[in-house]
């Protein structure tokens, strides 16, 4: 018998007492509007930490819009300063998960090969798992529909590089929306299970889990299958009032994890 996992919901920090109420066990906060580079914005994002009422096991939203860790506008100094001072709020929070969505840095530019942009995103996560090396942090590969990147669009995608990459501290990650957007088989989840150390949710219209027709019984049934241990994150709109809408999802995604 499975124990029922640990799910939470992604927004900003200030979200985390709503997160909380709504019966959630975590929150994953996003990154970007902490805006991290700048020193004061920093140390109060630290002090949030410190003060938050529930735990934030994952954090996710990870690099400023206007980086890129894939072209000819890469500034790899930039980009290990900025995620120096990521990975010190992650062991701040003990986080467990650090989501590499951000598809905008690592879209492929006009004139480089797809083999040219995933060695350089390899290089990325190699250094990003250098700096992680110890502090109990995963880094997880989002793979996003072909509108939001056009680099690692499926599970497929994200547990292959991971594969390659061959590192403890890099995993891949299933994101129910993105796999529906790109009618990605949902049998990718049973067969990629090894190499998941997260999981995203949503349902139909990238609403909150259990307003639409995504096919829970099937998702959850194929993680409980390859014994997926993982958090599972709802990333999504509301399809009424916030907090009722979480404390429904919940309820709903507790129920329908136990009855996969």
Avoid at 93 to 103: I, Y
Avoid at 226 to 251: N, V
Wanted: glycine letters at 8%.
């Amino acid at each position: 018998m499975t124990t029922t996992p640990q799910f939470g919901w992604c927004g900003p920090l200030q979200n985390a007492a709503l997160i909380k109420e709504a019966g959630l066990d975590y929150i994953e906060a996003q990154l970007v509007p902490m805006k991290l580079e700048d020193d004061a914005s920093f140390a109060n994002a630290k002090a949030l930490i410190k003060e938050l009422p529930l735990p934030a096991l994952a954090f996710s939203y990870l690099f400023p819009h206007d980086a890129r860790i894939v072209g000819p506008e890469k500034d790899e100094r930039r980009n290990r300063a900025y995620f120096d001072r990521v990975v010190e709020l992650l062991t701040l929070a003990r986080a467990r998960v650090v989501v590499l969505g951000s598809g905008w840095t690592r879209n492929i530019p006009e004139g480089w090969t797809q083999a040219q942009a995933e060695d350089e995103f390899l290089t990325t996560l190699a250094w990003c798992a250098d700096t992680l090396e110890g502090s109990g942090t995963t880094l997880v590969i989002e793979p996003l529909n072909r509108k939001e990147s056009n680099l690692v669009n499926s599970v497929a995608d994200g547990a292959r590089l991971a594969k390659s990459l061959n590192r403890p501290e890099v995993r891949g990650l299933a994101d129910f929306y993105h796999m529906d957007e790109e009618t990605e088989s949902l049998d990718a989840l049973r067969e990629h299970g090894a190499w998941l150390a997260h999981i995203h949710l949503a349902d139909t219209g990238r609403l909150n889990p259990g307003t639409g027709a995504y096919d829970y019984p099937t998702f959850f049934g194929h993680l409980k299958a390859c014994t997926y241990q993982g958090l599972l994150s709802a990333e999504c709109g509301f399809k009424g009032e916030p907090l009722a809408s979480m404390r429904e999802s919940a309820s709903f995604l507790r129920q329908a994890w136990n009855d996969a």
